[in-house]
């Protein structure tokens, strides 16, 4: 994804995350309210899962993959920006080890890669079917919908 803050002239200013602006440039006082509810969820999910950048939108009722996205470009250095990702499972150009160093310590399910592209370059994508998490509270997730919202009582709008 182009615009995610993560380039050169902005690795002196981020957290060593790999996310530049870990917080608002004139202090937390003035961070959008919009951009304080999607840290919000990601400071939810928990380690192991994900939700998309349109699970986050569907989670909040508002905006949309491209808005949570931004959000978290210009402001998730400050939370777990790992856990939030794209539908289709690829790591977030520019910071795919970063992500894959997470990944790997909190137990996040990756797709398993045929031999052929098992080499040193090769960067797995996100088991997004076990990845996923639901938004409900940990332990009652619905790993057979995977979809946020699922069911009444589930967890949303802490």
Known sequence: MSGTGDTA??????????RA?????????ELPEYAERVLGVAELIPAGRVMTYGDVAEWLEEGGPRQV???????????PWWRVV???GLLLPGSE???LAHY?????????VSRAA????????????????????????????????????DGRHP
């Open 104 to 112: 790997r310590d909190e137990g996040t399910p990756l797709r398993t």
């Open 118 to 153: 098992r080499d040193e370059n090769h960067i797995p994508r996100l088991d997004m079917r076990g990845a996923r998490w639901d938004g409900a509270p940990t332990g009652e997730d619905s790993p057979a919908d995977g979809s946020p919202g699922a069911g009444e009582g």
């Open 97 to 99: 080890l970063r992500a």
């Open 69 to 79: 996205g931004r959000v978290m470009a210009l402001y998730g250095g400050a939370v």
């Open 21 to 29: 602006g870990g917080g608002p440039p004139d202090g937390p006082g």
């Open 9 to 18: 002239a902005h690795h002196a200013a981020d957290d060593g995350a790999g």
């Open 86 to 88: 794209r539908a289709d």
